[in-house]
Nanobody
Framework: VQLQASGGGSVQAGGSLRLSCAASGSIFSINIMGWYRQAPGKQRELVAAISSGGSTNYVDSVKGRFTISIDNAKNTVYLQMNSLKSEDTAVYYC????????????????WGKGTQVTVSS
């Protein structure tokens, strides 16, 4: 299973970016997909997560500004980021809890390579 993230870049404060992350490979089902971020000198933190059923969870600092969504048919998760702030600058990573065809009873968490988001004030 591979996760391919895209959509990062540089934007001025107040701007918007949309991240995408597509999972591919031997996927039977995906339970949860999420976005994490890691700023320089800080620990990686959960930004937002979404279940295949559409239940969402956000870190308080992005509530009202970021929206996570999922396309189950495409095994793709999106993160719409609006009203970006300089403190949103970080490397963003996607992950997915995947059940493969080989082992449909257990989920394994896979990570994609990070994508840089830089917000200038």
């Amino acid at each position: 299973v591979q996760l391919q993230a895209s959509g990062g870049g540089s934007v001025q404060a107040g701007g918007s970016l949309r991240l995408s992350c597509a999972a591919s490979g031997s996927i039977f089902s995906i339970n949860i997909m999420g976005w994490y971020r890691q700023a320089p000198g800080k620990q990686r933190e959960l930004v937002a997560a979404i279940s295949s059923g559409g239940s969402t969870n956000y870190v308080d600092s992005v509530k009202g500004r970021f929206t996570i969504s999922i396309d189950n048919a495409k095994n793709t998760v999106y993160l719409q980021m609006n009203s970006l702030k300089s403190e949103d600058t970080a490397v963003y990573y996607c992950n997915a809890d995947v059940q493969s065809y080989r082992d449909q009873s257990h989920g394994i968490v896979y990570w994609g390579k990070g994508t840089q988001v830089t917000v200038s004030s």
